[in-house]
């Protein structure tokens, strides 16, 4: 009897990734041009391989000065500062924006509050290259933290804005919030997190729950797709990490008591990576 596949809502890429790998894929038979990403564009080695193979490759932001006439350069999903559009524009390349919309609305809120005398407040990873790309809104003037419990002297009287790293947990942004709210009167506050990931992990949960042998695609040193493996493993303890077709323990799937399997993926798994596996369980 052929196995049951449940596939989980919200499995690999989100919104903004998505895009950003689409909008490179636009530039695959673009021959003229030389296409590079300003960081890899995603932690996923198929897609860098694809990417690669088609001629585009990652630099890192102190090769921005060598481009010239006739290069490109893909801001990837992260988004970037403000001086990076800049220096991209003066050394004679073109900009493709892939900076995910949600992202971008971080960057308005930033700028114009910046610019009405606020000081900034980002919860997040300092060395994010998102959070990077945010601070430079404000002049590289927020002040960064985790979780509150290292913020520098406030005046009571100041303006104060807060937003937060995309990927942040609600519980940091409020810890942040209310150690602000009670040193300063002014404080504007912008939950800027985004669902994408909460909402892929409660899917994978939803299905882990269902079946006796869950698979999920993605990087082992990618750290969204360990939660996955370790959220998945706590409803269903038959969970196995893949990072692709080649990858799957066929003779463990095949198993008689797998009768239902579950698949879900990370953040940076390719639908034609996810595919590749559904087709493979479902030709056992
Ligand atoms: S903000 Fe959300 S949708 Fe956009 S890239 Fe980040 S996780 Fe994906």
Redesign the pocket.
């Known amino acids: 009897m052929a196995k049951e596949i449940i596939v989980a809502d919200n499995a690999g890429f ?4 998505k895009r ?1 790998v689409d909008t490179a894929a636009r530039y695959y038979r673009e021959d003229r041009l030389k296409v590079y990403t300003l960081g890899p564009l995603i932690h996923n080695n198929d897609v860098i391989r694809k990417l690669e193979e088609h001629g585009i490759r990652a630099i890192t932001p102190e090769q921005i000065d060598d481009l010239g006439p006739g290069s490109v350069a893909l801001i990837r ?2 988004g970037v500062a403000p001086q990076t559009y800049e220096r991209i524009k003066e050394a004679g390349a073109d900009v493709v924006d892939a900076t ?4 971008a609305v971080i960057h308005k809120k930033v700028e114009q509050h910046y610019r009405m005398g606020y000081q900034i407040v980002i919860v997040g990873d300092r060395s994010h290259p ?1 959070v990077e790309g945010i601070n430079g809104w404000c002049g590289n003037s927020a002040i960064i933290t985790r979780d509150g419990s290292d913020l520098p002297d406030l005046d009571p009287e100041a303006k104060v804005c807060v937003v937060a790293q ?2 942040e947990r609600l519980e940091n942004y409020e810890k942040v919030l209310a150690a602000v709210k009670s040193r300063c009167r002014h404080v504007a506050a912008f939950n800027t997190i ?4 909460k909402n892929r992990q409660e899917s994978a949960a939803e299905v882990a729950r269902q079946v006796d042998l869950m698979i999920v695609i993605g990087s082992k040193n990618s750290s969204n797709t360990r939660k996955l493996v370790e959220i998945s493993k706590a409803d269903c303890e038959n969970t196995i990490l893949v990072e692709n077709r080649s990858d799957l323990p066929m003779d463990l799937i095949a198993q008689e008591r797998f009768q239902k399997i579950g698949i879900t993926a990370g ?1 940076s798994t390719p639908d034609w990576v996810i595919a590749d596996v559904i087709e493979a369980v479902r030709n056992l």
């Open positions: 989100c919104f903004g990734v950003a999903s992260h995910c919309p949600y992202v998102e995309t990927t985004c669902t994408a990931t953040a």
